[in-house]
Structure formats: structure tokens, C-alpha cells
């Protein structure tokens, strides 16, 4: 059984920074497409980020690209998002999300996420 647990949520002025981690327990395949989703209060789940098996692929929405980055830590199981230069609009609730058996970085579609984290909520006030 794979477990997905996120931690580092919180609140933070905007402009300020935020990281997020997501620990990955139970996962036998290494060809995973890890990412991170966000759903903001009263709007769909959208995709924020992904990142392919090794770690050398990186996708972002273009509402992150250039704020935010994802990387992974296959030695910890461990997937990270560093948000910088937040603003409002990045108040949501975040989800990690892993596609098994996809090596690639573009795992950004909700149908094909096999595991997903709890989330964690982070707020960005102005």
C-alpha cells in the first residue's frame, strides 16, 4: 500500500516563501511521475508541478513557473516544493500525487494519479 503524507503547510505574507515535503512509503516501482496538485477554496483541482523518475525533468503550471520548485529525494522517498514569492492566489490546499509505472515528467492529468496525499493547506495572506 502506498502512503503519501504531506507536511510543511502553513500560512505566510505574501511575497515570502514556503516548502512543502512529501514522504512516499510502501512504493515497489521506481518508474513513479511524482507531482504536487492544489485546490483552492471553492475552485477545481488543479495541477502545480511535476517531476519525472531521476529528478532531472521539471514541469510547472504557468501561474507557478518561475516561483516555484519541485525536486525529489528518491534516496529519502521524499518529494519537495519550494514555493517563493507567494501570493494570494496560491492559497489552497496542496496534494501530493504519484502515477506509478511512468518514468516521465508530465504526470499532470487527475485521472491518472494512482496515490494521493491528504493535503495540507497553505494560506498566503496579503
Known amino acids: 500500500q502506498v502512503q503519501l503524507v504531506e507536511s510543511g503547510g502553513g500560512s505566510v505574507q505574501a511575497g515570502g516563501s514556503l516548502g512543502l515535503s512529501c514522504e512516499v512509503s510502501?512504493?515497489?516501482?521506481?518508474?513513479?511521475?511524482m507531482g504536487w496538485f492544489r485546490r483552492p477554496a471553492g475552485k477545481q483541482l488543479e495541477w502545480v508541478s511535476s517531476i519525472n523518475d531521476n529528478g532531472l525533468v521539471q514541469r510547472y503550471a504557468n501561474s507557478v513557473k518561475g516561483r516555484f520548485t519541485i525536486s525529489k529525494d528518491n534516496a529519502k522517498n521524499t518529494l519537495y516544493l519550494e514555493m517563493n514569492n507567494v501570493v494570494p492566489e496560491d492559497s489552497a490546499m496542496y496534494y501530493c500525487a504519484i502515477q506509478v509505472g511512468y518514468g516521465g515528467g508530465w504526470c499532470h492529468e487527475e485521472g491518472n494519479i494512482d496515490y494521493w496525499g491528504k493535503g495540507i493547506l497553505v494560506t498566503v495572506s496579503s
Open positions: 510502501g512504493s515497489a516501482d521506481s518508474r513513479n511521475c
